[in-house]
């Protein structure tokens, strides 16, 4: 297990992190979800934020972008608390989000764009070609894949300095993952917005993860500099196998 940036690196750069996550602990019905979460995500980077089913990652995402509050610890985003005041500088993708199924997928658009102010028309028209977004067709009966393409789309046409992404790959076919991946999250990749991604879909995000968090059990198992393991001889995923294996 490579811990050898988790004790300096998280701890002493706060104002170059994104976010800053300080000793986080969260109980839900006296069951420990998160314990002691301490890691930083520095601006620019794509980090990743992997493990096992109910290692807590949803959880965590969703008091990184203000939805709910831990019990103990602090979280910053991009300088200030997380909660109300960052919520127009971050764009989440959640979990399991619903879109109003009564709508078209244009409709929607629409909506979403009198709806964030840092809404980008042509990113938004790039992604509805690349996304192979169909204008015309009701939410309600899209397919799992076409629906998290649309909420991907409206989650990655925002301009928003910090953009937080939970399984955006579900219910995604392969070539459509590979697209994504390869195409769209790489595009925005720009070194100015900072991502951070839970995802089970390794392969697919290999070659964008500079960062990783690996976290089990709601505690954290590992913060690593890809590059740092690309140099000893590891990949993303054999990291992982050996963390969590
Ligand atoms: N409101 C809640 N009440 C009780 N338990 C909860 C609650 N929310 C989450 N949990 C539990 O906390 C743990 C972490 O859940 P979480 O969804 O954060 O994990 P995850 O890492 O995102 O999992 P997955 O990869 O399967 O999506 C799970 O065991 C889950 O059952």
């Known amino acids: 297990m490579d811990n050898s940036n988790y004790s300096n690196e998280t701890f002493s750069s706060g104002k170059d992190n994104a976010i800053d996550c300080r000793d986080v602990c969260l109980k839900a019905k006296k069951k420990k979800i998160l314990d002691q979460v301490s890691f930083g995500v ?27 509050t831990p019990d103990s610890g602090s979280i910053h985003v991009l300088g200030e608390p997380a909660g109300e005041a960052v919520l127009g500088k971050l764009s989440l993708l959640p979990d399991r989000g ?44 899209m397919s799992r894949g076409e629906e998290a393409r649309l909420q991907l789309l409206t989650c990655l046409a925002r301009s928003a300095p910090l953009v937080i992404l939970d399984e955006p790959f579900t219910g995604v076919d392969m070539i459509s993952r590979e697209q994504i991946s390869s195409t769209v999250v790489s595009e925005l990749a720009d070194g100015e917005r900072t991502f951070l991604i839970a995802t089970h879909d390794i392969r697919e995000m290999e070659l964008l993860f500079d960062r990783l968090v690996l976290i089990k059990d709601g505690q954290v198992q590992s913060v ?13 995923e054999s990291h992982y196998r050996e963390v969590f294996a």
Do not use: C
Request: hydrophobic share 40%; glycine share 10%; no cysteine.
């Open 98 to 141: 619903n879109l109003p199924g009564w709508l078209t997928a244009g409709k929607w658009l629409s909506f979403a764009q009198s709806l964030y102010p840092d809404w980008n028309d042509t990113r938004a028209e790039q992604l509805i070609v690349s996304l192979k977004i169909n204008l015309e067709s009701r939410i309600s009966v």
């Open 224 to 236: 690593a500099d890809v590059e740092q393991l690309r140099r000893a001889g590891k990949s993303v």
């Open 42 to 68: 520095p601006r620019g980077s794509i980090t990743g934020l992997l493990g096992p089913n109910g290692a807590g990652k949803s959880s965590l995402l969703r008091m990184i972008a203000g939805l709910s």
